[in-house]
């Protein structure tokens, strides 16, 4: 089966456009039995839309440097959120054409078979002067838009998985003391990658 490739739909710098591709992603995620655990992102979603809407609306109505300027913020914050969320889109629907098309985005074909992404890279385990913090960063592999970062407590093979779109994550609420194993995944049309090497820290 063709695995297909999120097309975001937010290169258009027409903010009606971006507002509508927001609506329209708000609407068809909710209650989506696809996408269980992007539900707690709508509300987020949906107060970044009316933001748009408002200082757009102000702009075309009032005009001026302070409505151009919060225009431009609420334009550009919502299409980060939209971006990220098609991370995640990407990831969970592994490439398929009708999964991702119920989330409101459009597809992209590819054009070549896609390999299996290799492992992340340089995992790297950082302590912090904070206490029961560690700080977890690795090197993003390429094309990959979501990644499985794991952890689990030295010696234990109960493995807790977070999903991110970014090629970090900062870990809190850890034990002081305690010896943290971490390994990640990268997600990209492609497939899922081999497990990264373990790597390890004592959390202060």
């Known amino acids: 089966?063709?695995?297909?490739?999120?097309?975001?739909?937010?290169?258009?710098?027409?903010?009606?456009?971006?507002?509508?591709?927001?609506?329209?992603?708000?609407?068809?995620?909710?209650?989506?039995?696809?996408?269980?655990?992007?539900?707690?992102?709508?509300?987020?979603?949906?107060?970044?839309?009316?933001?748009?809407?408002?200082?757009?609306?102000?702009?075309?109505?009032?005009?001026?440097?302070?409505?151009?300027?919060?225009?431009?913020?609420?334009?550009?914050?919502?299409?980060?959120?939209?971006?990220?969320?098609?991370?995640?889109?990407?990831?969970?629907?592994?490439?398929?054409?009708?999964?991702?098309?119920?989330?409101?985005?459009?597809?992209?074909?590819?054009?070549?078979?896609?390999?299996?992404?290799?492992?992340p890279k340089d995992l790297k385990v950082q302590r912090t002067v904070e206490r029961g913090i560690l700080k977890v960063k690795w090197t993003r592999v390429s094309c990959s838009k979501l990644s499985y970062l794991e952890m689990a407590e030295k010696g234990s093979d109960a493995w807790q998985r977070i999903h991110t779109t970014r090629n970090s994550h900062v870990m809190t609420n850890l034990q002081t003391g305690t010896e943290y194993c971490f390994r990640v995944q990268a997600v990209t049309t492609g497939g899922i990658s081999p497990m990264s090497e373990v790597v390890s820290n004592i959390a202060a």
Do not use: W
């Not at 985005?105 to 896609?114: A, I, M, S």
């Open 1 to 119: 089966m063709a695995k297909y490739t999120v097309k975001t739909g937010t290169n258009a710098k027409d903010a009606a456009a971006v507002l509508e591709k927001g609506r329209t992603v708000a609407a068809m995620l909710l209650g989506n039995p696809g996408y269980p655990m992007l539900q707690t992102q709508l509300p987020a979603l949906n107060v970044l839309c009316d933001a748009l809407e408002t200082t757009n609306n102000a702009m075309l109505f009032n005009g001026g440097k302070l409505s151009r300027e919060a225009k431009h913020l609420a334009f550009e914050a919502l299409r980060d959120a939209l971006k990220e969320i098609s991370g995640f889109v990407q990831g969970i629907s592994k490439g398929d054409k009708a999964l991702i098309l119920s989330a409101g985005f459009d597809v992209v074909k590819p054009r070549t078979k896609l390999q299996t992404p290799e492992s």
